[in-house]
């Protein structure tokens, strides 16, 4: 069966930098262009080096895991390209925000004013006031402009297909894991060189709290600050505070998003450990379940020396185990595979396997998104990825933080 053409072309503006560069350097760009008849590249700004101007007028091989060349489509500014140039140009109608999340409500915020759609990096933003804030503007938003949040794995054909299904079709489940611990990698923060957040909230503490009188606009240490402040409401920034909001903001919410997807949001959580680099948590199910039986997810997570990535989630019924194998977000050649295990008649292991390449995850997202944005095709998109949806995950990073201080008191462990 052919496939529906897009009637809508989407004109896409990247801003990024750091390690979401990286991201969109080996990964989207070469699904962008992989998409010519849904996406054309129109700018990107990388406050990690020389922003360039590109025009997608190449065919760029995703399976080859080709970065294109840019000599062949790309023009050069005359003059330096700045993310105000990107948001306020009237041919762009889609904005990729993969800043640092400090910036994610900045620039989120003010393309939904110019009236553009964003496709802003998981997490929507640190702090639930300022997610509460990008949701109103994505509702003032002139041209119904949306938000979609990138969370690619959530996308995984084989996901999709086999484990949400495989899951449903249990008649209760029992118990659940969820673990990601992951060694030295540059394709995401949390594995990255760290970036020390804590040392630089010291030693600039007094600066955030300043007026800058050359630049109206809040400075980036200012800007995370203040994001702080509202996550922990007033409480003492500590190491400890700051470590756990990192990860979650980095590593864990791409956990916890697809945790929630197949299971829901928990009805509770205990047991925090935060031993830097290492955290876990027991998440509780025991309402709205099926015949209302309660079950308990072990959350496992953090990183090593060791140049490996053990990530999943399995869940366990009475006669058939789910499982979901992932990779790092943003690594390449790591595919999803779902693994199903059930006994045969005479009580042998039966197992099956279904797996997705690392690169369908993307594609997949990207038709998502543009289906959700432009309402092309013969049927409704909805997106799980929205900025309603994302809210849920700072809801839960703020239940964990509350646990975490009931445990703690003003009695400091390291495990918490």
């Known amino acids: 069966m052919t496939q529906t053409q897009p009637q809508t072309l989407l004109r896409v503006g990247i801003l990024t930098a750091d390690e979401g560069a990286k991201a969109i350097q080996t990964i989207y760009l070469p699904a962008l262009h992989a998409l010519p008849a849904f996406f054309q590249v129109k700018a990107i700004y990388d406050g990690s080096k020389q922003p360039q101007s590109y025009e997608n007028n190449n065919h ?28 306020t140009d009237p041919t762009i109608t889609l904005i990729l925000n993969f800043m640092p999340n400090e910036y994610h409500e900045t620039y989120t915020t003010a393309a939904l004013a110019a009236g553009k759609h964003v496709m802003v990096e998981t997490p929507l933003s640190l702090s639930i006031p300022s997610a509460r804030r990008i949701l109103e503007a994505e509702k003032r938003s002139p041209n119904g402009a949306k938000v979609f949040v990138a969370c690619a794995r959530r996308y995984a054909p084989s996901i999709q297909s086999v484990f949400l299904r495989e899951v449903a079709s249990l008649d209760r489940i029992y118990y659940a894991r969820c673990r990601n611990i992951a060694g030295p990698s540059t394709a995401h923060t949390a594995t990255a060189p760290r970036k020390k957040v804590w040392s630089e909230v010291s030693d600039h503490h007094y600066h955030y709290h300043q007026i800058n009188k050359e630049n109206k606009e809040p400075t980036r240490p200012q800007l995370l600050h203040s994001l702080l402040d509202e996550v922990f409401q007033g409480q003492d920034l500590t190491k400890e505070r700051i470590a756990l909001c990192e990860f979650l903001a980095s590593l864990g919410c791409h956990d916890l998003g697809l945790m929630r997807d197949t299971l829901g949001y928990p009805d509770a959580v205990s047991s925090i450990s935060v031993n830097e680099p290492y955290y876990s948590a027991v998440f509780h199910y025991y309402s709205g379940g ?66 997705s390449e690392w690169e369908e995850s993307y594609v997949e997202e990207l038709k998502t998104l543009h289906a959700y944005l432009t309402g092309d095709g013969d049927r409704v998109v909805t997106a799980r990825t929205t900025a309603r949806d994302a809210m849920q995950d700072l809801k839960l990073f703020q239940t964990i933080f509350e646990q975490y201080d009931r445990q703690c008191g003003t009695i400091r462990t390291p495990l918490g």
């Open 60 to 87: 760029c091989n995703i399976k080859a895991n080709n970065v294109c060349n840019e000599t062949n489509n790309t023009t050069t500014t005359t003059k330096s390209l700045t993310p105000h140039a990107i948001l």
């Open 290 to 355: 099926r015949d209302a039986h309660p079950f308990t997810l072990m959350y496992e997570t953090g990183t090593d020396a060791v140049p490996r990535c053990d990530a999943h989630l399995a869940i366990y019924g009475d006669t058939k185990t789910v499982s979901v194998y992932y990779g790092l977000p943003y690594g390449q050649k790591q595919g999803v595979k779902v693994v199903v295990e059930t006994a045969d008649e005479n009580g042998e292991m039966k197992r099956s396997e279904t797996v």
